[in-house]
């Protein structure tokens, strides 16, 4: 039998219990009594960067499948039952995890162990079900190239991250899904969707002992599959840009979107707090730096954000921007590239350091409030780096100094590492 090591986190009123089955499968159970709800996730430790070339896009369209039935559960019914049960459950895919979420109330959440143990290893992959649902992902794939900002941002990908697979999108691409098959699904769902591979969360208002002879009973006869170092796919390091690099594309619109890019660190870095930080105090509400200068001051751009991107293998600091009305985008470009210089060259403010901080750890208390956020921000922090981490983002970034924040827009935001992109209105 497992045994919980238990640890009181303050911050957010629980006590996470955490423990390894015999089989490999992690449990963490997040007691917290405040509310009548439990959230159960099962996180899979695979995403798009683990996928061969052949199997571009297949974490996402899986995540699909895993939806359309096994022999007990039949196509349709664990939306049915979790509907029927007044509880909500959907999933999501990312580069580096696969995550599945049930919320029910809390004398019946039991009922989210027997439809994802079940689905852990029994998925029909029914062929037609297959073409159905490919069809579906298609069409997604299609919907997302229909954004400009998104099809700019992944036709830069690869020059952030080079020859790594972060650079591909995560739903892959036509030509590759096109030739997929159940069986080429069945082989990736058996590398990686088993006991070994998996992190299940339970957050809320139970039992920990409860919930582990629960998870004992539904997971522990599973076998753990193959180990990581064998279902894991080989794949570069990620290799920094050769020098400065750009992307102009056009658009059927009088938009005119500039993004700025740089490859940055791994999550729970140093860097990844310094990046979290600048990100918020240059572009965050109307009082940020950026905000105030090429918005309010300046009226070169209608829009302006920044976001640090940091995942298990490296990260990318972007910079967004859209041009106001008879602003040439090369003048805003201009004007982002004096915005960096000058960060590289003046630490911020204590006001507005203490500003962004501020705004980072009233995100962080916003997220823990509920127990589905709660389990969210516990799982992913788990796959990415340790769950500990998650309770010590407030502490770490309230470390970062402005000098810090030179220092890093110094070392990364250079411009021989930047890669640019525009996406400018089709001419006449």
Not at 247 to 272: E, H, L, N, Q
Not at 295 to 324: I, P
Request: charged letters at 30%; one cysteine or more.
């Amino acid at each position: 039998m497992s045994v919980f090591e238990s640890t009181p986190i303050d911050e957010v009123g629980a006590i996470v219990h955490d423990t390894r089955l015999a089989n490999g499968l992690r449990l963490l159970v997040v007691e917290r009594h405040t509310d009548p709800v439990v959230a159960s996730m099962c996180w899979y430790k695979v995403g798009s960067k683990s996928e061969r070339t052949e199997e571009a896009g297949m974490s996402h369209f899986l995540e699909h499948m895993m939806f359309k039935g096994t022999p007990a559960f039949g196509k349709g019914m664990v939306d049915r039952e979790i509907t029927r049960l007044g509880g909500s459950n959907n999933a999501y895919t990312s580069y580096d995890f696969t995550a599945y979420w049930f919320e029910l109330a809390s004398d019946r959440w039991e009922r989210a162990l027997d439809l994802e143990a079940d689905r852990m290893r029994n998925l029909l992959l029914d062929p037609d079900e297959f073409e159905s649902e490919k069809a579906v992902v298609l069409e997604e794939l299609s919907m997302g190239l229909d954004d400009p900002w998104r099809r700019l941002s992944q036709a830069m990908s690869p020059r952030i991250f080079g020859r790594h697979p972060y650079g591909a999108a995560i739903i892959g691409y036509r030509d590759v899904l096109g030739r997929m098959t159940p069986d080429h699904m069945r082989a990736f769902y058996k590398r990686f969707y088993h006991p070994g591979n998996a992190t299940v969360v339970i957050s809320g208002d139970v039992n920990p002992e409860r919930a582990l002879d629960m998870v004992e009973a539904k997971y522990g006869s599973i076998e753990a599959g193959d180990p990581w170092s064998e279902a894991d796919t080989w794949r570069p390091k990620i290799s920094m840009p050769l020098g400065s690099q750009r992307i102009d594309m056009t658009w059927d619109d009088p938009g005119k979107r500039i993004i700025m890019a740089w490859p940055t660190a791994k999550v729970g870095s140093d860097a990844d707090f310094q990046s979290d930080v600048l990100s918020t105090l240059i572009a965050t509400g109307r009082l940020s730096r950026m905000y105030r200068s090429l918005v309010l001051d300046k009226g070169l751009a209608t829009y302006v954000a920044a976001h640090n991107d940091a995942r298990q293998e490296g990260g990318s600091f972007m910079l967004y921007a859209e041009a106001n009305h008879g602003v040439e985008a090369a003048r805003l470009e201009e004007a982002l590239r004096e915005e960096i210089t000058a960060i590289q060259q003046e630490p911020a403010g204590a006001e507005d350091l203490n500003r962004a901080q501020t705004i980072l750890a009233a995100g962080e208390r916003s997220t823990t409030e509920t127990v589905s956020g709660l389990a969210e921000h516990l799982g992913e922090y788990a796959i990415d780096a340790d769950w500990p981490l998650c309770f010590q983002l407030t502490e770490r970034r309230g470390k970062v100094t402005s000098e810090d924040m030179v220092e890093f827009a110094r070392e990364y935001l250079s411009e021989d590492r930047c890669v640019t992109g525009t996406s400018l209105p089709e001419k006449d």
